[in-house]
């Protein structure tokens, strides 16, 4: 086996599996680890990523593909056989939409993620890095969007109080790694990522859906939620970066943010939005449409002291970066066609 995983570590011929590579995070880390120099596996069933994610790695074969369901104790039994580093981000996940009506899916990532995990430990993985969420932050903190509150990693303590299935099942894996390194001396670090957005983004989530609907010149443009409701949209190369560094510097399972602290309002993202594309029509807002929390923005000061992160990109130069890629890439018939299936499902 290579040299650990630690600050400064030579990644070069380290045998490293991206569960969920094909994934639009997923692919930016496989991207990142490949320019690493890293012997790179992916795992994924492609029920939301992309082959064409990953076109460049398989055609060069940088990158070799394992297709199926993490679900099955053989299949991840076989894929991180071998490895020495295993990044986790396969999961049953999608926007607001998707997460609120598709309980019982994301409640599978309890599975998926305990399989995972054992299979990891039984091959004697030195690390697992997992991809956690803001969703694992109690609801009651993140309803006042007049409040300003940053979330603090240790906010996160019982009485739980995760956001769906999906954020409860978050919280169990990362609960579970922290068993797992203190009875097993299993390495681990969850990250728990704030609203990524960038090149390769889906539409069903907020920021890629807005620039859709500008796209296809949605009139009237509709927002969920009262367009009050606060983020802190990341941008994926920060995260990507984030998470790296996570695999270098956190072996005890620690949980840490990464996400900026700006405050943004989504009414003001629409509006920056429209004005950049030059779109011109009326924004309506449709508050019993899926929203998710009404005030959600991490506070990034552990992984400040932690990882030496902080994020590079600026809201407003993320959006323009996402929204020139969006331009550039996608087909105006077809989004205008499927919109209202692109905003919902996965
Ligand atoms: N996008 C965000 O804002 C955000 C925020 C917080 C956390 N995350 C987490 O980051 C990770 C990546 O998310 P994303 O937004 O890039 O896209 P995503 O939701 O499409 O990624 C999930 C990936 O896992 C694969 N997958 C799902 N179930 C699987 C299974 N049973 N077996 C094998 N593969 C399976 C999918 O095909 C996909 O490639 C996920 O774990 C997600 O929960 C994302």
Redesign the pocket.
């Known amino acids: 086996m290579a040299a650990r995983v630690q600050a400064g570590s030579d990644w070069s011929g380290l045998p490293v599996l991206v569960?969920?590579?094909?994934?639009?995070?997923?692919?930016h880390l496989v991207d990142a680890l490949v320019a690493r120099g890293a012997r790179v596996s992916v795992?994924?069933?492609?029920?939301?990523?992309?082959l064409g994610n990953l076109a460049d790695h398989l055609e060069t074969g940088r990158v070799t593909l394992h297709e199926?369901?993490?679900?099955s104790q053989a299949?991840a039994r076989d894929v991180v056989a071998g490895q020495q580093l295993v990044f986790?981000?396969?999961?049953?996940?999608?926007g607001r939409g998707y997460l609120e009506h598709n309980q019982a899916a994301c409640a599978?990532?309890l599975m998926?993620d305990g399989i995972l995990f054992d299979a990891a430990r039984g091959a004697g993985v030195e690390k697992v890095v997992y991809?956690?969420?803001?969703?694992v932050y109690p609801n009651h903190l993140q309803t006042r969007p007049e409040e300003t509150v940053y979330l603090r990693e240790e906010m996160v303590t019982p009485p739980y109080d995760a956001d769906n299935t999906?954020g409860w099942a978050?919280l169990m894996a990362e609960l579970t790694l922290r068993a797992y390194h203190d009875d097993y001396g299993m390495k681990a670090a969850s990250c728990?990522?704030?609203?990524?957005?960038g090149p390769?983004?889906?539409e069903n989530?907020a920021v890629i859906a807005m620039i859709a609907r500008a796209f296809v010149g949605q009139n009237p443009f509709e927002v969920w939620g009262t367009g009050e409701q606060i983020r802190n949209w990341?941008f994926v190369s920060d995260?990507v970066e984030g998470t790296i560094r996570a695999a270098e510097r956190i072996d005890d399972a620690t949980a840490v943010n990464l996400g900026t602290m700006e405050r943004i309002r989504v009414l003001d993202a629409a509006e920056e939005v429209l004005s950049y594309t030059g779109v011109d029509t009326e924004i309506v807002t449709r508050p019993e449409m899926p929203t998710g929390p009404y005030n959600r923005v991490a506070d990034n000061r552990l992984a400040r002291e932690l990882l030496d992160w902080e994020p590079q990109v600026k809201f407003i130069d993320g959006l323009h970066r996402t929204i020139d890629w969006y331009f550039a890439a996608r087909d105006r018939t077809n989004v205008g066609t499927d919109l209202e299936k692109l905003l919902l499902e996965?």
């Not at 991809?131 to 969703?135: D, F, Y």
């Open positions: 569960t969920g590579g094909a994934s639009f995070i997923g692919s795992a994924d069933d492609l029920s939301s990523g992309a199926g369901d993490l679900c299949f986790h981000l396969a999961a049953a996940h999608g599978r990532n998926l991809a956690s969420s803001g969703c999906y978050k728990r990522y704030f609203t990524v957005y390769r983004g889906m989530h990341t995260i996965r």
